[in-house]
C-alpha cells in the first residue's frame, strides 16, 4: 500500500483522497505501481488547478460575462466534486465559492454600471429632444438643419433605454425633426413662389428697359429710368439661375441709354460753351455804347447785335443770368434814352409840362403874399401854417421844374 498527504492506494489497486468529509474514491488503478497511481492521479489534480487559475485570470482582467463565467465555474466545480484528482480539493472549493462571489460582485457592478449608462443615456437623449423640440421652431434653416442632422448621430452613439422609453423619446425627437422639415418645406415653397414672381416682373421690367435704351427724350427716359429700378429694388430676388442674367440686360440697356446721353450732353456742354464765349463777346461790344450819347446810332448798333445775339444758341444754364443781365442793362440804357427823347420832343406832354409849372409858380407866388399879410397883421399862427403848405406847393413845383428842363427849356 502506497499513500501521501491527500490520498492513498490500498492492496487491491483502489486510489482514495482525502477531504473534510472523509476519504472518497477516486479510481482504480492496475496498470503499474501505487506510486504511479498516485503521481496520475496528483497530475490531473493539478490540472484542475491550472485551469481554477485561469479562469481566476479572466475574471479579473477580461469582459467575461457572469453567465460564462458561472457556467465556467460549474463546469470546474463538478470535475472537483466527481473526486477524479488527487489533492487540496476543499481548498479548490474554497477558491470556486471566491470566484462565484467575485463574478457576482462583477454582476451588481456591471449592473450598476448599466443602470448608471442608462440613466445617463436617458438625460442624454432628453437633451437631444429638448434641442430638437426648439430647432423646430427655428427659421435659421441651413444653421437649424445642420444641427439637427449633427443631433443624429449624436443619439445613434447613444446606448439604447428600455423599449417603451426609448420609443417615446425617439417618437417626440423624430416628430420634431418632421415639424422643422415641414416648415422648411412650406418656406421655401413659397419663397420660390415669391421669386417666380420677381423673375416674371424684372422680365418685364428688362422689356421696357430695353425698349427705351434707344430713346433720344432724354428727360422723361432719364426719370422712367429711375422709376424702373425703384420697382426692381422692390420686386425682390428670382431664382439664382435668372437674376444675374435679368439684371445684366437690364443693367446694359440703361448703359446703352446713359452713354448716348452722356455723348449728347458733352456735345451740347462743348457747343454751349462756344455760346457763351460768343454772347460775352457780344454783351462787351453792347456794353460800349454806354454811355448814350447819340441815340439814333446806338438804337441801329443795338439792333445789330441783338440780331447776332439771337443767331446764337444756348448757354450753360447756370452762366445765363448773368451774360443776358449785361445785355438787358444796355437795353434799359436805350429805352430810358428812348424815353427821356420822347418827353422832350413831345409838344403835348412839354405843353402839360409848362401848364402845371405855372400853376404851380402861382401858387407859390399867392401862398408867399398871404404869408406877407398874415405876418403883417400880426397872426403868426396863420402865417405859420401857410409857410409849411409852401413848403408842400415849393417841392411839386421844383420837381415840375426839373421835368420841364428834360424837354429842354
Same mark, same amino acid.
Given at each position: 500500500?502506497?499513500?501521501?498527504?491527500?490520498?492513498?492506494?490500498?492492496?487491491?489497486?483502489?486510489?482514495?483522497?482525502?477531504?473534510?468529509?472523509?476519504?472518497?474514491?477516486?479510481?482504480?488503478?492496475?496498470?503499474?505501481?501505487?506510486?504511479?497511481?498516485?503521481?496520475?492521479?496528483?497530475?490531473?489534480?493539478?490540472?484542475?488547478?491550472?485551469?481554477?487559475?485561469?479562469?481566476?485570470?479572466?475574471?479579473?482582467?477580461?469582459?467575461?460575462?457572469?453567465?460564462?463565467?458561472?457556467?465556467?465555474?460549474?463546469?470546474?466545480?463538478?470535475?472537483?466534486?466527481?473526486?477524479?484528482?488527487?489533492?487540496?480539493?476543499?481548498?479548490?472549493?474554497?477558491?470556486?465559492?471566491?470566484?462565484?462571489?467575485?463574478?457576482?460582485?462583477?454582476?451588481?457592478?456591471?449592473? !450598476?454600471?448599466?443602470?448608471?449608462? /442608462? &440613466?445617463?443615456? #436617458?438625460? +442624454?437623449? @432628453?437633451? =437631444?429632444? %429638448?434641442? !430638437?423640440?426648439?430647432?423646430?421652431? /427655428? &427659421?435659421?434653416? #441651413?444653421? +437649424?438643419? @445642420?444641427? =439637427?442632422? %449633427?443631433?443624429?448621430?449624436?443619439?445613434?452613439?447613444?446606448?439604447?433605454?428600455?423599449?417603451?422609453?426609448?420609443?417615446?423619446?425617439?417618437?417626440?425627437?423624430?416628430?420634431?425633426?418632421?415639424?422643422?422639415?415641414?416648415r422648411r418645406k412650406a418656406h421655401?415653397?413659397?419663397?420660390?413662389?415669391?421669386?417666380?414672381?420677381?423673375?416674371?416682373?424684372?422680365?418685364?421690367?428688362?422689356?421696357?428697359?430695353?425698349?427705351?435704351?434707344?430713346?433720344?427724350?432724354w428727360g422723361p427716359t432719364a426719370?422712367?429710368?429711375?422709376?424702373?429700378?425703384?420697382?426692381?429694388?422692390?420686386?425682390?430676388?428670382?431664382?439664382?439661375?435668372?437674376?444675374?442674367?435679368?439684371?445684366?440686360?437690364?443693367?446694359?440697356?440703361?448703359?446703352?441709354?446713359?452713354?448716348?446721353?452722356?455723348?449728347?450732353?458733352?456735345?451740347?456742354?462743348?457747343?454751349?460753351?462756344?455760346?457763351?464765349?460768343?454772347?460775352?463777346?457780344?454783351?462787351?461790344?453792347?456794353?460800349?455804347?454806354?454811355?448814350?450819347?447819340?441815340?439814333?446810332?446806338?438804337?441801329?448798333?443795338?439792333?445789330?447785335?441783338?440780331?447776332?445775339?439771337?443767331?446764337?444758341?444756348?448757354?450753360?444754364?447756370?452762366?445765363?443770368?448773368?451774360?443776358?443781365?449785361?445785355?438787358?442793362?444796355?437795353?434799359?440804357?436805350?429805352?430810358?434814352?428812348?424815353?427821356?427823347?420822347?418827353?422832350?420832343?413831345?409838344?403835348?406832354?412839354?405843353?402839360?409840362?409848362?401848364?402845371?409849372?405855372?400853376q404851380l409858380q402861382a401858387a407859390?407866388?399867392?401862398?408867399?403874399?398871404?404869408?406877407?399879410?398874415?405876418?403883417?397883421?400880426?397872426?403868426?399862427?396863420?402865417?405859420?401854417?401857410?409857410?409849411?403848405?409852401?413848403?408842400?406847393?415849393?417841392?411839386?413845383?421844383?420837381?415840375?421844374?426839373?421835368?420841364?428842363?428834360?424837354?429842354?427849356?
Open positions: 500500500m502506497s499513500s501521501d498527504p491527500w490520498g492513498r492506494v490500498d492492496e487491491t489497486g483502489t486510489v482514495y483522497v482525502r477531504t473534510a468529509d472523509g476519504e472518497q474514491v477516486v479510481g482504480s488503478w492496475a496498470a503499474g505501481s501505487p506510486e504511479e497511481a498516485l503521481a496520475y492521479f496528483e497530475r490531473k489534480y493539478e490540472g484542475l488547478v491550472v485551469e481554477i487559475g485561469l479562469l481566476e485570470k479572466r475574471v479579473r482582467t477580461t469582459d467575461l460575462s457572469a453567465k460564462d463565467a458561472q457556467a465556467a465555474i460549474d463546469h470546474l466545480r463538478e470535475q472537483v466534486d466527481a473526486h477524479h484528482a488527487v489533492g487540496d480539493l476543499d481548498a479548490l472549493r474554497t477558491r470556486l465559492d471566491k470566484l462565484v462571489e467575485t463574478v457576482e460582485a462583477r454582476r451588481e457592478e456591471r449592473k !450598476a454600471q448599466r443602470a448608471k449608462q /442608462s &440613466d445617463e443615456a #436617458r438625460k +442624454a437623449k @432628453e437633451t =437631444l429632444v %429638448a434641442e !430638437a423640440e426648439e430647432l423646430a421652431r /427655428s &427659421d435659421q434653416w #441651413r444653421a +437649424a438643419g @445642420e444641427r =439637427l442632422r %449633427a443631433l443624429v448621430d449624436t443619439w445613434k452613439g447613444l446606448p439604447r433605454l428600455d423599449r417603451k422609453s426609448d420609443d417615446e423619446l425617439w417618437h417626440r425627437f423624430s416628430h420634431a425633426r418632421s415639424a422643422f422639415s415641414k421655401f415653397a413659397q419663397l420660390d413662389a415669391q421669386r417666380e414672381e420677381a423673375r416674371r416682373t424684372k422680365e418685364r421690367l428688362v422689356g421696357e428697359a430695353e425698349a427705351l435704351s434707344g430713346s433720344t427724350d426719370a422712367r429710368y429711375r422709376e424702373l429700378m425703384t420697382e426692381w429694388k422692390a420686386a425682390g430676388r428670382a431664382q439664382r439661375e435668372h437674376e444675374d442674367d435679368l439684371w445684366n440686360r437690364f443693367r446694359g440697356a440703361q448703359d446703352v441709354f446713359f452713354a448716348a446721353r452722356s455723348s449728347v450732353f458733352a456735345e451740347r456742354d462743348a457747343e454751349q460753351a462756344e455760346n457763351l464765349k460768343l454772347k460775352e463777346e457780344l454783351a462787351e461790344e453792347a456794353e460800349k455804347l454806354l454811355p448814350i450819347t447819340e441815340l439814333k446810332g446806338a438804337r441801329a448798333a443795338f439792333r445789330s447785335i441783338n440780331e447776332r445775339w439771337e443767331a446764337i444758341g444756348h448757354v450753360p444754364r447756370d452762366a445765363r443770368p448773368k451774360v443776358e443781365g449785361r445785355m438787358h442793362a444796355v437795353e434799359r440804357a436805350i429805352q430810358e434814352a428812348e424815353e427821356a427823347e420822347w418827353r422832350r420832343t413831345n409838344p403835348e406832354a412839354r405843353a402839360r409840362a409848362e401848364g402845371l409849372t405855372g407859390v407866388d399867392k401862398l408867399r403874399a398871404q404869408i406877407e399879410q398874415a405876418r403883417a397883421q400880426g397872426n403868426n399862427a396863420r402865417a405859420d401854417k401857410l409857410e409849411k403848405e409852401l413848403e408842400g406847393r415849393q417841392a411839386l413845383l421844383d420837381q415840375a421844374l426839373k421835368g420841364l428842363q428834360e424837354f429842354g427849356g
